[in-house]
């Protein structure tokens, strides 16, 4: 091809590719379309069930293949509406008490649409300085609330697994376990700890590494004058004892581990502590709770997830390691190509301090709500969402159901005990009959080979009568079961 050729080429093929670049008209039509159906959802958010069993519908998906044509909003908005924001849990929903719920700010999702229309890259600070600081200042916010001071280091990761293994792989950098060290170092953990810790074990390929459950008391807390018991132990076989994970929060039953006395113990053996806040660590930001903390700023990581205790919508978890050196171990990396970047060095970039590079500008999602609503509503949601499960907790106990323990955040668990029935059966059932219900979403668990409901109170939009809708369709059940009570 000559150059004549070649430029009618280009502008043929132009002619097509500028399909991707709506003007602002187009622009402004498209958004309207998309805008109106989520504002639509969220007018009725809470009109519409919070869990939905419905799991047919695959055909629908086999039968709408990519074409090389586009179509319309309003065709991809009506099967949106029926074949994704309709079925299962409904995580926008205040009725979701299932899980560990967040619920999903709007504000977020604009700090995501101006991240993505403007596609700053947050990987590296000489791409981005303004990008790379609006994480930082993030990660400074968050770092100063569990107190540690300078010589931290932090990611935005995209959720709690993700930043529990960034936390992870900074303490085998620290602590040295080499390949040959694998099968003589040892972890320590409770039966709540999270499964994501011990996959990212299995990622990091220390399958081979012993994990000892350490016993807990009553209420589900490890017991620290076992792990001191344990480790000793340990070592006195010649062992290398490495790592603790304590929960601030655990997802099971909302337990807080009894940190400053794992702190202690830590220090005293020389373990890496970590902190696993996911579900429980904002709530450090309520002056009701916030003392269960304490000791925190000892750990050598935490982790914590604004996409559960900010609301934010899913995507986000954050890592923050006392020492950076650690975290730069493990993720910092030179290449030809990234020489460019070296002399503009002088803030840390999120591609140090993780495994990703390219990555989504998350930092805004978190940073906009942050500046728009203020650190105040957040705070108060929290205290409302605490609140919420101590009303809870009493008024289920009057209508005669055991309780697990005194819920330390936001997490309760609950059965009925009847000495005529088949307890785990019966609430089994109570269980469906909430599902089936569907105006609110709660998940079961099994405590000592008991079958217990719970409830996890953390999205925002939970308010009082969701609560009372489980109470009426408790006790409704509770009555269907044992019709010989009246
Ligand atoms: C939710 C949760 C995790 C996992 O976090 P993801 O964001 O779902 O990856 C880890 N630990 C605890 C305690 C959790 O509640």
Known sequence: MNIDQIEKKIESLQQSSIRLEPDEAKRKEDFNSFQNYSNGFLNKVNDLPAFVADYEGKENFDNYPFKEKGTSPEEIIEFLGENVDRAGINPASGGHIGYIPGGGIYSAAMGDYLAAAMNRYSGVFYASPGAVRIENQIIDWVAELIGYSDGYGGNLASGGSMANLIAITAARKAKKIKSRDIDTSVVYITQQVHHCVTKALRILGLDEIIIRKVPMDSNYKMNTTKLDELVKKDKEDGLNPFLVVGSAGSTDVGAIDPIAEIAEVSEKHDLWFHVDGAYGGFFILSDEVKDKFKGIERADSVILDPHKGLFLPYGVGVVIVKNIDYLLEANSYDANYMQDTRDHRQEYSPADLSPELSRHFRGLRMWLPLKLHGIEP?????????????????????????????????????????????????????????????????????????????????????????????????????????????
């Open 378 to 486: 957040f705070r108060d949601c929290l205290d409302e969402k605490i609140w919420l499960t101590r009303y809870f907790y009493e008024k289920v106990q009057k209508l005669g159901f055991e309780v697990g323990p005194e819920p330390e955040l936001s997490v309760a668990a609950f059965r009925f005990n009847h000495p005529d029935l088949d307890n785990n059966e019966i609430n089994k059932k109570l269980l469906q009959k909430i599902h089936n219900d569907g105006r609110v979403f709660i998940s079961s668990t099994t405590l000592d080979g008991q079958f217990w409901m719970r409830i996890a109170v953390l999205s925002f939009r939970t308010r009082k009568w969701h609560l009372d809708v489980i109470l009426d369709l408790l006790e409704e059940g509770v009555a269907e079961a044992i019709p010989a009570q009246s």
